[in-house]
């Protein structure tokens, strides 16, 4: 799931973005409110936190901004201050969440999930084909009944495959859903990943792959 951080302190940025890369999340990092509207416009952005006091534009300003473009994105704001009154104006702006600084990471870890939860990426938690089966709300998998040990980007492909339902996904689509990257250098890191992905799926290998098309999951082949 892709993921924009917006945080102007650089060391709380860099460490959360780490964090929630370890947890599967594909996550671009902004220090500005106007950098956030761009990446925003730019790439298909499902979750974003954003934190309120943003230099050049606030993260009332990119919030609003967001809402009157009709973004679908769930936005989890944060905030220092945690009066109910910034809550509640935090909530008006169109933030799908507020959370006070200091915060406890496993608490941000639960927001998100819910988020992530809410959005049901448009189509519901579980996606199947071919046998394998998915829970993105658990973000646990399966195949044929039995469950698979994926790490984080093993599920981050699974899932972006099945999301595509039967439909052809590239390389380079893949790396920048689960990686947040675009150099065509990284496409190796997605062949890697696609092939320990198949040996943790065993036989037969639900898996297409077709040079010009990428990789695919579908019950038509
Ligand atoms: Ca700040």
């Given at each position: 799931m892709r993921l924009l951080l917006v945080e102007d302190e650089r060391e709380l940025a860099d460490g959360l973005a780490d964090g929630l890369r370890r947890e599967g999340y594909a996550v671009e990092v902004a220090h500005d409110g106007a950098t956030a509207l761009s990446r925003a416009a730019a790439t298909d952005i499902e979750l974003m936190v954003l934190d309120r006091d943003l230099p050049v534009l606030s993260g009332d300003a990119v919030c609003r901004t967001?809402?009157?473009?009709?973004?679908?994105?769930?936005?989890?704001?944060?905030?220092?201050?945690?009066?109910?009154?910034?809550?509640?104006?935090?909530?008006?702006?169109?933030?799908?969440?507020?959370?006070?600084?200091?915060?406890?990471?496993?608490?941000?870890?639960?927001?998100?999930?819910?988020?992530?939860?809410?959005?049901?990426?448009?189509?519901?938690?579980?996606?199947?084909?071919?046998?394998?089966?998915?829970?993105?709300?658990?973000?646990?998998?399966?195949?044929?009944?039995?469950?698979?040990?994926?790490?984080?980007?093993?599920?981050?492909?699974?899932?972006?495959?099945?999301?595509?339902?039967?439909?052809?996904?590239?390389?380079?689509?893949?790396?920048?859903?689960?990686?947040?990257?675009?150099?065509?250098?990284?496409?190796?890191?997605?062949?890697?990943?696609?092939h320990t992905l198949r040996r943790k799926l065993g036989h037969p290998d639900p898996i297409d792959s077709a040079p010009g098309h990428g990789y695919r999951i579908s019950d038509l082949r």
């Open positions: 967001l809402r009157e473009q009709g973004h679908p994105m769930r936005i989890l704001m944060l905030t220092a201050a945690g009066t109910l009154d910034d809550r509640v104006a935090g909530l008006d702006l169109g933030a799908d969440d507020y959370l006070s600084k200091p915060f406890a990471y496993v608490e941000l870890l639960a927001r998100l999930r819910a988020l992530a939860r809410r959005a049901g990426h448009g189509s519901g938690t579980v996606l199947e084909a071919c046998g394998v089966r998915i829970d993105t709300v658990r973000r646990a998998a399966e195949r044929d009944g039995l469950p698979l040990r994926l790490t984080p980007k093993e599920y981050g492909v699974l899932e972006s495959l099945l999301s595509a339902r039967g439909g052809w996904i590239s390389a380079d689509d893949l790396l920048g859903d689960v990686w947040a990257e675009t150099d065509e250098r990284g496409r190796g890191v997605v062949k890697a990943a696609v």
